[in-house]
């Protein structure tokens, strides 16, 4: 076989691209619009970010206006929130003198929200239902039943819980008030000595110097608990140190921010039971309570008025109550010519059919049933018996 000659590279044509204008354009076209697409991808992604980045900072800043940790006690974390064990806690703070209390109020704190407290002052002359007596007062209470029955009748009385009682007698509160500088009072800043005379001469008084006084209580938890140490405060039952220091410490932050509501209960024309009218609104709207809530026993409490030339005696009221498994109480003597009437506490259970049930057993018309906040306190029915 013959060899064949070798090949000669000008038997070959190579084409270069740059020679040819149809494939160099469509390269071209090609590489352009693939470009075009990488450019709309990352301007994409870069859209993306961004946006994402804006949302980001949009929910930082929205949180920072809801929560507003530069503002108010939102900013404290030193609060003591923890040591109260619930969201509202309320307590019996009674000033102490020989005869008894000599100034009483309840202090609550509500930890809920940016917070808010009330100092709510209970008379002295006001009727305690105090188990295993009768006839006591806030004030001759608790000389002769002691703080825990004391706070128990109140609570019962109110429909407000109470933790605990802080009791101090006026020569250590007197003490107290020099170790904390003097009360800063609307009328300046007064002494140990004047801030207990003022507090024991009426309610108005006890508001004004209770107020200043748990107003000078720092607001952070552990300068305020720190400060009952120094002071010598020791636990009482249901209400120890740490829960003492942070309701003070909740009270003094409050003040200045204005949510702490300063009260007193009035008193009805008797001087010794509290006006229903006045007094509900403090109770249910300040220190949210219903009365005759916080009773151990739910027996429906029977109060019954008497008019002259009615057709039952008081004796047979009484028997007759008492018969139907409900608890009697002795009214007030009823002006003459008035009209009979069952009046049951609004929110109390089944309070129609405890009216009628009343009315029937003491041979009122059914008519004579109403619901309605006109009822004393430590009462669940009023009854007025008039003339036949």
């Known amino acids: ?89 309320a307590m019996l703070v009674q000033l102490q003198d020989s005869g008894g209390a000599a100034a009483s109020a309840v202090l609550l704190q509500d930890r809920r929200g940016r917070g808010s407290g009330a100092l709510v002052v209970v008379p002295d002359e006001l009727a305690l239902p105090v188990e295993g007596s009768s006839g006591l007062t806030v004030r001759t209470a608790l000389a002769q039943a002691g703080p825990v029955l004391s706070r128990e009748g109140l609570a019962a009385l109110l429909g407000v819980p109470l933790v605990g009682s802080w009791v101090l007698d006026l020569g250590d509160f007197s003490g107290l008030v020099d170790r904390l500088g003097g009360l800063h009072l609307a009328s300046g800043v007064v002494d140990g000595k004047t801030a ?40 009482a039952p249901g209400m120890p140190v740490p829960r003492l220091a942070a309701v003070l410490a909740g009270l003094a932050r409050e003040q200045p921010a204005g949510r702490l509501h300063a009260a007193a209960l009035p008193l009805d024309a008797s001087g010794h039971a509290l006006d229903p009218g006045k007094a509900l609104p403090v109770v249910r709207d300040v220190l949210g309570g219903q009365p005759g809530a916080g009773r151990a026993d ?41 009209a009979s009437s069952v009046v049951v506490r609004t929110g109390t259970a089944d309070a129609q059919a405890l009216g009628q049930d009343v009315a029937s057993l003491l041979n009122l018309p059914a008519g004579a049933v109403r619901i309605g906040d006109d009822v004393p306190f430590g009462a669940d029915v009023v009854v007025v018996l008039g003339k036949a």
Do not use: C
């Open 1 to 89: 076989m013959s060899e064949q000659p070798p090949y000669r590279p000008e038997q070959f044509t190579f084409v270069d691209e740059q020679d040819v204008p149809e494939a160099s354009g469509w390269l071209t076209f090609m590489h352009s619009r693939a470009g075009r697409r990488a450019d709309r991808r990352e301007q994409t992604r870069e859209r993306v970010l961004l946006l994402l980045v804006l949302l980001v900072i949009a929910a930082l800043v929205a949180t920072l206006l809801w929560w507003r940790p530069w503002s108010g006690s939102s900013a404290m974390k030193d609060t003591g929130n923890e040591e109260l064990g619930a969201d509202r806690v």
């Open 196 to 235: 207990a005379a003022r507090a024991a001469g009426g309610s108005d008084g006890a508001r004004d110097v209770l107020l200043g006084f748990v107003s000078a209580f720092p607001g952070r938890y552990t300068a305020a608990h720190g400060l009952l140490g120094d002071l010598g405060v020791l636990a």
């Open 298 to 338: 739910t027996t429906p409490r029977i109060l019954v008025s008497i008019a002259p030339g009615a057709a039952l005696t008081a004796s047979d009221a009484r028997a007759d109550v008492l018969d139907a498994g409900y608890e009697y109480l002795a009214g007030p003597a009823a002006a003459a010519g008035v």
